[in-house]
């Protein structure tokens, strides 16, 4: 069983930036890739970024491309994401979750095994 939490997200003006990090306890936190999804108000959850257990291979969704980074540090057990000049459209609830996937990075949150409760990113005009 893996155990994740999120923090770092809050209430900033458009342009600014924000680091989330999704921290992992229980289980080794080495072997999983982790993803990042949102879910903006009233909207389904979308995927957002995503990393392999080695932190070789990222994927992005498009409309995050060049704004956001996402990176882990496996001595720490926990996965962040940096997210940089953000929109009004970025508002969402932000969540992390690990697969169990080997070497696959997966991009569908079906695929995901464990979830963090979400940090709230608002982001006004």
């Known amino acids: 069983q893996v155990q994740l939490v999120e923090s770092g997200g809050g209430l900033v003006q458009a342009g600014a930036s924000l680091r989330l990090s999704c921290a992992a306890s229980g289980r080794t936190f080495t072997n999983y890739a982790v993803g990042w999804f949102r879910q903006p108000p009233g909207k389904e959850r979308e995927f957002v970024a995503a990393i392999s257990w080695s932190g070789a291979t990222t994927y992005y969704a498009d409309s995050v491309k060049g704004r956001f980074a996402i990176s882990r540090d496996n001595a720490k057990n926990t996965v962040y994401l940096q997210v940089n000049n953000l929109k009004p459209e970025d508002t969402a609830v932000y969540y992390c979750?690990?697969?169990?996937?080997?070497?696959?990075?997966?991009?569908?949150?079906?695929?995901?095994?464990?979830w963090g409760q979400g940090t709230q990113v608002t982001v006004s005009s």
């Open positions: 979750a690990a697969s169990r996937s080997g070497v696959r990075v997966p991009l569908s949150p079906n695929e995901y095994h464990y």
